[in-house]
């Protein structure tokens, strides 16, 4: 968009106030590396920007910004432990280099109030119209728009985000609004009831993984010599489809989850060959040898087949998004692999007791 006429002044915020943002209109200086918390400051070198922004926690950053995705959430991160209102950083190039403006409006996260409203043309205007990637930082996301007071048309919230030549805010952004990034519980639930858009990202990892032993049967020989056991046994291994929470918890995936669901089966399916379950029921029939006087216990050890991936959920109130790692984790009806006995011997008076030991010389059970 071209010259705008202001509207108005940024709304209000704990750390600014209505003295703090007519001076940044009034004197705000021509710079490259510009840091603004209420009020303007601009530095020569783009070290010195990110030094002043964290606080002085970050004091090796590069001159100039060092461009990328990667290396600017890099950076970005390591601004955060020094300072918890940073909120954002905007660059003039669509990747994260050029001149650059750090805004430190009370972060996204803990109980603070969310940053109001950016006005470029209010803060800095050699910003207005020549700010094409951001990054949101301590939990906020970033939402452009090109006009003021977050008006006109209006980007997506993002944590990261660029805006090539050709695409409809290049070069036309005129004021930002932030977004708390949602937790995975919430993006969870979101996906659930509908409030959210929920897409399986691209790529998945396969793996095999063996769960744990459980005891399926037994056999006691109660006898002086050898002897050979034919013992049917049945047992289930409950299947997984999960989602994992920020504190390790696992949110099921059910039926409520529609297409994300039946996508992440479809991509299950293709990668092993064979559709989920909710249980994998293993049963069979095992000879085994029974030393004297001992109790033998059958375990199996289920192996499960594991394929590991993400869904992306985009809020609907704003477009915030929130990455959901998923699992989905099946056992394999792999016959007699995985079977182990463990013998131990009978003590006296086990042999005594008449429901181990009866006159047929033992007993022999399925658990």
Request: glycine residues 8%.
């Amino acid at each position: 968009m071209n010259r705008k006429n202001a509207v108005s002044v940024l709304a209000a915020l704990t750390v600014l106030s209505a003295s703090g943002v007519a001076q940044a209109a009034d004197t705000a200086p021509t710079a490259s590396y510009c840091h603004y918390n209420g009020t303007l400051s601009c530095f020569k070198t783009f070290r010195e920007l990110v030094n002043a922004a964290s606080f002085g926690a970050v004091q090796d950053a590069p001159l100039t910004p060092p461009g990328g995705a990667a290396a600017t959430l890099a950076l970005s991160a390591r601004m955060e432990k020094g300072n918890k209102y940073l909120s954002s950083m905007h660059f003039a190039n669509p990747d994260w280099t050029g001149n650059v403006l750090s805004i430190a409006a009370n972060g996204c996260k803990g109980d603070m109030p969310l940053p109001a409203v950016m006005n470029f043309h209010v803060i800095n205007s050699a910003f207005d119209n020549r700010v094409n990637s951001e990054v949101g930082m301590n939990g906020c996301q970033v939402s452009p728009a090109a006009d003021p007071n977050h008006t006109g048309y209006v980007g997506h919230a993002r944590p990261i985000g660029w805006h090539n030549s050709g695409t409809a805010l290049y070069n036309q952004i005129t004021s930002v609004s932030y977004y708390r990034t949602p937790t995975r519980d919430e993006a969870a639930k979101a996906c659930q009831n509908g409030t959210a858009k929920c897409t399986l990202d691209a790529g998945a990892s396969s793996s095999i993984v063996t769960g744990e032993s459980k005891a399926v049967a037994f056999s006691t020989n109660c006898t002086s010599v050898l002897q050979n056991r034919a013992l049917w046994w049945e047992t289930s291994v409950a299947n997984e489809e999960s989602m994992q929470t920020e504190y390790g918890q696992k949110l099921t995936i059910g039926l409520e989850f529609g297409d994300l669901k039946t996508g992440i089966e479809a991509s299950f399916a293709q990668r092993y060959g064979h559709s989920t379950t909710n249980t994998t029921t293993f049963k069979q029939q095992d000879t085994v040898n029974i030393p004297p006087r001992t109790r033998s216990i059958l375990y199996k050890t289920p192996v499960f087949e594991v394929l590991s991936g993400s869904a992306t959920a985009e809020m609907n109130d704003g477009g915030a998004i929130a990455t959901l790692p998923w699992t989905v984790k099946q056992a394999v009806a792999d016959g007699s692999d995985g079977l182990t006995w463990d013998e131990v011997p009978l003590t006296a008076a086990e042999l005594k007791n008449t429901a181990l030991c009866p006159m047929s010389g033992g007993v022999t059970r399925a658990l």
